[in-house]
């Protein structure tokens, strides 16, 4: 896994061994059976195109090309653009784009790549951009059909969590897609090993999002009920909404919600049906 920070350019070679660098979260899976778990999960079909963010040293990056259409890895160390550039010279299959996955659009990867939707993103993803790169691809201009990604275990049990467990992770990735829990991976498949656990999660991106409710609106009352996790939502909603608890009390009742639960117990529907009553809540 590598981070992130750069636009599309081309770079050099040069000698010496690479060596993980701290400033983009670097650390390098080299276990083959994880590797083929990772890819089997992703379920390739033959016209897939494969999105790698962060390929590192380009050991996923091979198992990828063996079974996909195109891969377009994107990589941000342009120490490692080099190098794999010159690992995968005489695969046509595989382009190595040096720049921030960031920094341009899903669509513009592709394009940057010769690739073309239908596609699926397979990374290892460094733990400091993880959920700005799964937001990044799940409400972007080009969904995948999936994503299989590496992530902190922490976030991996938020993505995959249940009401009684829900977080505004959960949330913004499951209203796009049906989340399931991969595999845990230990440190020690790393060099250098993280100071944390790790898993592998896998997201099937659904054609149209979960609610039939205004994103906008949506994700405003989901990140209001989230502002304060322990408080009931009577509370959490009236501070994050800037409302009074009555207004709150009102809304909840007719979305028929218990105004005295926790964020973390409401399922998708349940915030749906809240800011459907929200939406249409009498004007002051």
Known sequence: MTGSRSGLRSTSSRSGAPRAKKRFGQHFLSDANILRRIVDAAELEAADAVLEVGPGLGTLTDVLAERASRVVAVEVDHDLVARLRERFAATSRVAIIDGDVLA??????????GAAAPYVVVANLPYNVAAPVLRQFLEGDVRPRRLVVMVQLEVAEAIVARPGG???????????????????????????????????????????????????????????????????????????LQVKQTVVDEVMERADIDVTLRPQMLSIDDWASITRAWTARPQP
């Open 166 to 240: 829900m977080s505004l992770m959960s949330v913004a990735t499951q209203v796009y897609g049906d989340t399931s829990m991969v595999m845990k991976v230990a440190p020690g498949s790393f060099s250098p090993p993280p100071n944390v656990q790790s898993a592998v999660v896998r997201i099937d991106v659904l054609p149209t999002p979960r609610v039939d409710v205004p994103l906008d609106a949506f994700f405003r009352v989901v990140r209001a009920g989230f502002g304060n996790p322990r408080k009931q939502l009577r509370n959490s909603l009236s501070f994050g």
């Open 104 to 113: 341009s659009t899903p669509g513009e990867l592709l394009r940057a790549g």
